[in-house]
Nanobody, 124 residues
Framework: QVPLVESGGGLVQSGGSLRLSCTAL????????IAWVRQAPGKGREGVSC????????YYADSVKGRFTISRDNAKNTVYLQMNSLEPEDTAAYYC?????????????????WGQGTQVTVSS
């Protein structure tokens, strides 16, 4: 099991920004593609973004393209999701996830390893 840990969620007004972080204690993330997946109340999971290993290609869902940016800092063993121009529709629990593969698959893959999630709430 990969011990993924998310942080950075919170309450923000519409139009605001948040940066989520995903790290793993005792496990190096550099080698693996890492995804962000969200789940809003009463809705299914939605793959938001994915970054391949070692700053490889990045991918975004159409719903967040141009507003969210995924990146990684290998020195800090952390993957970030910078979220700008947030909308109430972005309200959800956000999870980082991985299949311990080097490349991203479909954003909505049934990832094998998940963090505990961090809540993002956007008020109108």
């Amino acid at each position: 099991q990969v011990p993924l840990v998310e942080s950075g969620g919170g309450l923000v007004q519409s139009g605001g920004s948040l940066r989520l972080s995903c790290t793993a204690l005792g496990f190096t993330l550099d080698y693996y593609a890492i995804a962000w997946v969200r789940q809003a109340p009463g809705k299914g999971r939605e793959g938001v973004s994915c970054i391949s290993s070692f700053d490889g290609p990045t991918y975004y869902a159409d719903s967040v393209k141009g507003r969210f940016t995924i990146s990684r800092d290998n020195a800090k063993n952390t993957v970030y999701l910078q979220m700008n121009s947030l909308e109430p529709e972005d309200t959800a629990a956000y999870y980082c996830a991985t299949d311990t593969l080097s490349t991203c698959r479909s954003l909505n893959s049934p990832y094998e390893h998940w963090g505990q999630g961090t809540q993002v709430t956007v008020s109108s």
